[in-house]
């Protein structure tokens, strides 16, 4: 900071008459008179143009450092993260890309598989079907041919069941005659009336 002619003035004095003090008065300490004191210079309007003027020289100095120095360095730093943004901003778009790609193809991938698990489930269930099928008609003619062989078995049965019969009844209705008349009878004669008795 320059110091005017003024206040060079000013405290010239103040200075001769401290130390006059000085010598002469030891106890009065460090004390300055009332009458030395000035105004305080940057409020004292005898140094408002050398102020004003290195305020402008401060101003511009600050200006042309912030032109050439600092706003291009932060514009610099504003362009790469712009750029950065802008690359981060590209990935995450393919990125997304990718990824909705990938959920196409598996939901793809799994309706094809449903499809395809609805066509074995329905080839299983109709070769299931089929086995049953095949099985039912060897069991049908198999027992088939067990009751046509009961139904042989129970008419032979039968028919010996019936020729026993017809000699059981001459034998049982020989022995009733016996019994009741007390004689025997011929078994022509008895075996004519089981005839006669069975037709």
């Known amino acids: 900071m320059f110091v005017t002619s003024a206040f060079a003035q000013e405290s010239a004095p103040a200075t001769e008459a401290g130390h006059a ?6 106890h009065s300490g460090t004390s300055v008179p009332a009458e030395a004191h000035g ?23 600050f200006y042309l450092f912030l032109k050439r120095v600092v706003v291009p360095r932060v514009g610099g730093i504003i362009d790469v993260r712009n ?23 598996y939901e793809q991938e799994l309706a094809e598989a449903k499809k395809n698990a609805n066509a074995i489930g329905q080839q299983a269930n109709d070769a299931a079907k089929a086995e049953a099928e095949t099985a039912r008609k060897k ?7 067990k009751l046509g062989e009961a139904e042989a078995r129970i008419s032979s049965i039968k028919a010996n069941a019936m020729k026993e019969v017809g000699s059981i009844a001459e034998d049982t209705a020989s022995a009733i005659v016996e019994a009741l008349v007390g004689g025997k009878a011929s078994k022509a004669e008895i075996a004519a009336a089981v005839k006669s008795v069975a037709g």
């Open 21 to 26: 003090a000085t010598e002469g008065d030891t």
């Open 39 to 61: 105004m305080f210079p940057p409020f004292d309007p005898a140094t408002f143009p050398s102020q004003l003027l290195w305020l402008a020289i401060t101003f511009g100095l």
């Open 83 to 105: 750029d950065r943004i802008s690359q981060d901003l590209d990935q995450a778009a393919r990125l997304k890309g990718e990824a909705d790609a990938a959920v196409a193809a």
């Open 139 to 145: 069991i049908e003619a198999a027992l088939d041919e």
